[in-house]
């Protein structure tokens, strides 16, 4: 098949939801669909469970889990599609954020008694930077539900993006009738139907003014879907695509995952509309798919969860051309060329070796603790793909190490986890002493457990206020030497040496915004 068609029947993407709306639900019932697997129950939450905090057993579990999950290839009607994990905790957001910039495209999953949650929210910012095109699934119609119009209205409004709803619900929880499909005119029975591979029992109505309808689902529930589907048509402009692809609008489907109901429908559009892997920015030049050269980047590094063997798994996603096994590759931020014997692919839990991969594939490459994310591979241009940012933490302390006669293992033990993206560092520009920063407090006990389990390593954890971490930039030398000078107390170096200032309040943070215009403050650290 040519490189072109390869990279067209490709769908790369993620589900992002708040915990417990039903991702793992919705993607074990896509990968039934795609027959990649059979039994419901295969694919495991990898959600660590709530007041585990301190069960260690459970972080690793859920390493071991999200290795085997984060990547699950499948092939749906001549199309492959590769659905990437994210991790279920908020506590690894960033390990989210990063995901995200490996997808073409996303469906959020909204439990239709709650709406939109703070996590939702967090992770649509992400996307809407990326102008990444995004579906919404509303889940758990089967329960009492907002009102749809309510729901539509939230999401435009919580997640700052237009809506089109392409399906609408006949009523919800315990009159849960079905769903009206928009984009196919036809109406979806619902059926409580755990069975994997259940389809709803689907009848044609192409025009809602039938009578058929009436005898369907009742005369009350007719009237109301006709009303509803004629306020819908009012309201909202018609379904445009391009505006999809272009992050402007969220087109909307309703149903119940755990019921595999619209899910089906869900699918059938996304492979329709769901963008074939897109350009790729780097810092030089766009690099377009269809490219015959490979390039490529990693995204993720995962750690083995066998102590005794340290290595790793670099997730690679392929940018463009064709990846081939035991060929050379320039790993540009070495140098060298390097190449890969046993490069694996995911389908569904199965881990195997591979020969090929194209555009939107994800490889795992074998790491003995050579890369960084963000490393790009080439057949010999020096590239570097931009768009995989840090996130600024949210919480701060300071490490110490509580054992003087391991302080290599340490230092080791905390410059690999870092690489791997578990957190960021900062050293101090008052004291010299290093800051470690993360997203979430679970964060600081996955690093102490695994220096100490991995490495050999003890660390002591220290308090120290910080609000924010933010990376400060300014065309006027002048203004920036005079703000580290004043600042000096709060500021800090990141891993490659940039000037990073932390702030102490968000008063402090906007009291600095104001007194020094020139200076640029960036709360994700590429810019
Ligand atoms: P997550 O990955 O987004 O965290 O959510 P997950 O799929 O694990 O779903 C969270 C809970 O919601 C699960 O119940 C799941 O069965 C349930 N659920 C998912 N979709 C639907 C739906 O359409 N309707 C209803 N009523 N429930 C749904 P649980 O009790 O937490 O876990 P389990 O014991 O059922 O696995």
């Known amino acids: 098949m040519a490189l072109i068609d390869q990279i067209r029947r490709r769908r790369t993407f993620a589900i992002i939801s708040h915990p417990d709306a039903g991702k793992t639900t919705l993607t074990e019932k896509l990968l039934l669909f795609g027959g990649a697997i059979h039994v419901a129950g295969a694919v495991k939450s990898n959600?660590?469970?709530?007041?585990?905090?301190s069960d260690f057993m459970e972080i690793e579990r859920q390493r071991g889990i999200s290795v085997a999950t984060s990547v699950m290839g499948f092939e749906y009607r001549d199309v492959k599609i590769n659905?990437?994990?994210?991790?279920?905790?908020?506590?690894f957001a960033e390990d989210t954020y990063r995901t995200l910039t490996a997808v073409d495209s996303v469906i959020i999953v909204i439990d239709g008694a709650k709406g939109v949650e703070t996590q939702t929210r967090k992770l649509m910012n992400v996307c809407r930077m990326r102008r990444t095109p995004v579906m919404v699934f509303i889940n758990k119609?089967?329960?009492?539900?907002?009102?749809?119009?309510?729901?539509?209205?939230?999401?435009?409004?919580?997640?700052?993006?237009?809506?089109?709803?392409l399906a609408f619900p006949i009523s919800s929880g315990e009159t849960f009738r079905g769903v009206y499909n928009i984009y196919e005119q036809n109406l979806s029975l619902f059926t409580s139907d755990q069975r994997q591979t259940a389809d709803a029992s689907t009848v044609e109505i192409d025009d809602l003014s039938s009578e058929l309808l009436d005898e369907y689902?009742?005369?009350?529930?007719?009237?109301?879907?006709?009303?509803?589907?004629?306020?819908?048509?009012?309201?909202?402009?018609?379904?445009?695509?391009?505006?999809?692809?272009?992050?402007?609008?969220?087109?909307?489907?309703?149903?119940?995952?755990?019921?595999?109901?619209?899910?089906?429908?869900?699918?059938?559009?996304?492979?329709r509309i769901a963008p074939w892997p897109r350009k790729s920015t780097t810092q030089t030049r766009e690099v377009d798919p269809s490219e015959e050269k490979m390039t490529g980047f990693v995204f993720k590094i995962h750690a083995n969860m066998d102590p005794n063997h340290r290595d790793r798994i670099a997730f690679m996603k392929i940018c463009s051309g064709r990846f081939e096994r035991n060929r050379n590759y320039l790993h540009v931020r070495s140098g060298k060329q390097l190449k890969f014997s046993s490069p694996t692919a995911f389908m569904a839990e199965k881990k195997s070796i591979i020969d090929e991969a194209f555009?939107?594939?994800?490889?795992?490459?074998?790491?003995?603790?050579?890369?960084?994310?963000?490393?790009?591979?080439?057949e010999g241009e020096k590239l570097k793909f931009t768009g995989i940012p840090s996130?600024?933490?949210?919480?701060?302390?300071?490490?110490?190490?509580?054992?003087?006669?391991?302080?290599?293992?340490?230092?080791k033990g905390v410059d690999q986890l870092m690489d791997e993206g578990v957190a960021q560092l900062f050293t101090s520009s008052l004291n010299g002493r290093r800051i470690i920063g993360t997203v979430g407090a679970l964060q600081f006990e996955v690093i102490q457990y695994r220096l100490e389990h991995e490495y050999g390593a003890k660390c002591r954890w220290e308090p120290i206020s910080i609000y924010k971490a933010c990376w400060i930039e300014s065309d006027d030398q002048a203004e920036l030497a005079d703000f580290k000078r004043?600042?000096?107390t709060n500021m800090a170096v990141d891993k490659h040496g940039r000037d990073v200032f932390l702030a102490d309040t968000s008063y402090s943070l906007a009291l600095a915004q104001e007194n020094f215009k020139n200076i640029r403050f960036h709360f994700t650290s590429e810019f």
Request: charged share 30%.
């Open 486 to 488: 004043r600042k000096h």
């Open 47 to 53: 959600k660590i469970k709530k007041g585990a905090t």
């Open 359 to 378: 555009p939107g594939d994800i490889v795992g490459l074998h790491d003995t603790g050579t890369f960084k994310i963000g490393d790009t591979f080439t």
């Open 83 to 91: 659905i990437l994990d994210t991790p279920g905790h908020e506590d």
């Open 141 to 165: 119609l089967d329960r009492p539900c907002k009102d749809p119009f309510d729901l539509l209205d939230e999401v435009e409004r919580e997640l700052q993006i237009k809506v089109r709803p």
């Open 391 to 411: 996130f600024s933490p949210e919480l701060f302390r300071y490490i110490e190490n509580a054992d003087p006669m391991k302080f290599k293992q340490l230092a």
């Open 217 to 271: 689902i009742g005369g009350k529930f007719a009237a109301k879907l006709r009303d509803d589907v004629e306020l819908v048509e009012g309201v909202y402009d018609a379904f445009d695509r391009e505006a999809y692809l272009a992050g402007e609008v969220a087109p909307v489907f309703f149903g119940s995952a755990v019921n595999n109901f619209g899910v089906r429908e869900l699918l059938e559009c996304f492979i």
